[in-house]
Nanobody
């Protein structure tokens, strides 16, 4: 599976962005997907995850109520709608996929098999 993340940019605090992650390859399998981020000088951090059907989602506490993860199976695309962005959201955002056809979402990045290249999000104060 190849993942291509896009949609990052430079915005001001309070603005919104929508990240996209287009998936290709390995048709016929179901994938749980997630978003992670890595801020300068920090370790990779879980942001949000969604199961293969879109029926289950999970967020890290710092983005609850501001970020929404969704997927369009027909387009093989994962989204992360980010509202009310804060300077502390500045990071490179990565999408990831793991073969799974259950209601479970994966918070641990080590459980994901495939990763996108990342897209930079910078939020100025």
């Amino acid at each position: 599976v190849q993942l291509q993340a896009s949609g990052g940019g430079l915005v001001q605090a309070g603005d919104s962005l929508r990240l996209s992650c287009a998936a290709s390859g390995r048709a016929g399998r179901s994938y749980a997907m997630g978003w992670f981020r890595r801020a300068p000088g920090k370790e990779r951090e879980f942001v949000a995850a969604i199961n293969w059907s879109g029926g289950s989602t999970h967020y890290t506490d710092s983005v609850k109520g501001r970020f929404t993860v969704s997927r369009d199976s027909a387009k093989n695309t994962l989204y992360l709608q980010m509202n009310n962005l804060k300077p502390e959201d500045t990071a490179i955002y990565y999408c990831a996929a793991a073969a799974a056809s259950t209601t479970i979402v994966f918070v641990n990045g080590d459980l994901y098999e495939y990763w996108g290249q990342g897209t930079q999000v910078t939020v100025s104060s």
